[in-house]
Structure formats: structure tokens, C-alpha cells
């Protein structure tokens, strides 16, 4: 009977994808190791450990949005959930490496985007659950189905600049936001009445002029 054990060795981001992708290296090792796996069909979760990092003054402004009011943290800082995803592992002896594709995603609606977006730097700790299917050899050759316990799982810190390279590789100097269709349809009126060329030049002629001395001022 297989007993899998998964550890991250890295992640690093796809070139030319759809959408934006990081591909965690996974490496996948099965006791007894002389038994052969034919086939893995593996679905994973994962999971954003928030309270295992410090936060630097920067961040902690970033996350007001997300957290509120650092002194509550302790209240409404929670793990999150960043996404599932799923990869087939071919067959194989002892262990294994595979690429595990996880995709991400730069709307700010989404809670995960804050929180990559709102840090500086470091790492951010993840937990990957795994479950999924495993086709084995038994030691007569006759083929066996086993399912991979929900108790499987591998931490890993993912550092933020990995995150951020990512997004600039697919939203170079840009960011994405996603708008009501009210909302939406209320600016793009707003933009057409003054004749402004960009979405930047209308957003930013709504700005306060002084918003940033204002900023400045406030710290």
C-alpha cells in the first residue's frame, strides 16, 4: 500500500501562459520504494498562513484594507484560501518530481491579490493539502486503486518576489481592477464627456490634487 510524502522544493513563474501561473516544483517520494506507482491523479489546496510572518510598518498599512487596524489582527487575521488545483504524475519508482501549476490572479477583489500586492518583501507561508488518486503495482503485478489521505500535506514559504515577478511579467507597470458594471459604465460616460484619451488621465482628474502632500503629511 502506498505512502506518499510531498515536499516543495520551489516555485517559479510560466512564461507565456493564458494567465498568470507559478509552477511549484513538487517532489513526491512513496515508501515502500520499491513498489511501483503507475499513475497519480492529484488535486491540491492551498492555503495562505497569514499570522506566520512579521509585518513591517509598510505592510501593515497595505493590509488595513484587508485586516483592518493592526491592533486586531489577533481577531480578523485568518488563514486564507488562495485556489485548487490539480496535476497527473506519471508513473514511477521511490520518487519523483513534477511541476504543480498554480494559478493566480491580480483582480483586487480578491482577497490573496491584497495581501500579495500589500507586502514588501520576505516570504509568505503556504500549506498544501493534497488528495487524489493513486494507481499501484502490488508485488503479484495486479493492479490496485488507493486514495491519498486528506492528512497529506507540505508547508512552504513562498518569498514575495516571486509573486511580484510574476505579475510583472504578465501586467508590466500595471495593475487590474474589477469594476461593477454601473460603476463602470458611470466612468466610461465620465471619460467620453471630457474627451480624456486613457483610463489613467480620467481616474486621475478625479484624484485630489493635493492627495499626495496630504499623504505625505499624515505620516
Same mark, same amino acid.
Given at each position: 500500500m502506498p505512502d506518499l510524502t510531498f515536499t516543495v522544493l520551489g516555485a517559479e513563474p510560466v512564461p507565456y501562459a493564458a494567465a498568470p501561473? &507559478?509552477?511549484f516544483k513538487l517532489g513526491i517520494a512513496n515508501a515502500p520504494a520499491t513498489e511501483l506507482i503507475r499513475a497519480i491523479t492529484l488535486q491540491g489546496q492551498i492555503r495562505i498562513e497569514p499570522l506566520r510572518r512579521r509585518y513591517a510598518v509598510a505592510d501593515? @498599512?497595505? &493590509? =488595513?484594507?484587508? $485586516?483592518? !487596524?493592526? @491592533? =486586531?489582527?489577533?481577531?480578523?487575521? *485568518?488563514t486564507l484560501l488562495w485556489t *485548487?488545483?490539480?496535476?497527473?504524475?506519471?508513473? $514511477?519508482?521511490?520518487?519523483? @518530481?513534477?511541476?504543480? #501549476?498554480? /494559478?493566480?490572479?491580480?483582480d483586487f477583489n480578491v482577497a490573496v491579490a491584497k495581501y500579495f500586492y500589500a &507586502? !514588501?518583501?520576505g516570504d509568505v507561508s503556504l500549506l498544501l493539502l493534497f488528495s487524489g488518486t493513486i494507481f499501484y503495482e502490488t508485488a503479484e503485478g495486479a493492479l490496485q486503486i488507493a486514495q491519498i489521505p486528506w492528512e497529506k500535506e507540505a508547508? $512552504? =514559504?513562498? #518569498?514575495?518576489?516571486?509573486? %511580484? %515577478?510574476?505579475?510583472?511579467?504578465?501586467? /508590466?507597470?500595471?495593475?487590474?481592477l474589477n469594476l461593477q458594471q454601473d460603476v463602470f459604465d458611470r466612468l466610461y460616460r465620465y471619460k467620453m464627456r471630457r474627451g480624456l484619451p486613457t483610463w489613467e488621465?480620467? &481616474?486621475e482628474s478625479l484624484l485630489p490634487a493635493d492627495e499626495e502632500e496630504h499623504s505625505d503629511a499624515g505620516c
Open positions: 501561473v &507559478l509552477a501593515q @498599512e497595505g &493590509l =488595513r484594507d484587508l $485586516f483592518g !487596524e493592526p @491592533e =486586531r489582527w489577533s481577531q480578523t487575521m *485568518h *485548487h488545483t490539480s496535476a497527473g504524475v506519471p508513473a $514511477f519508482t521511490g520518487s519523483t @518530481e513534477i511541476d504543480l #501549476p498554480v /494559478p493566480c490572479t491580480y &507586502l !514588501e518583501g508547508g $512552504f =514559504r513562498l #518569498p514575495v518576489a516571486t509573486w %511580484k %515577478k510574476l505579475m510583472d511579467m504578465y501586467y /508590466p507597470n500595471s495593475a487590474w488621465q480620467a &481616474l
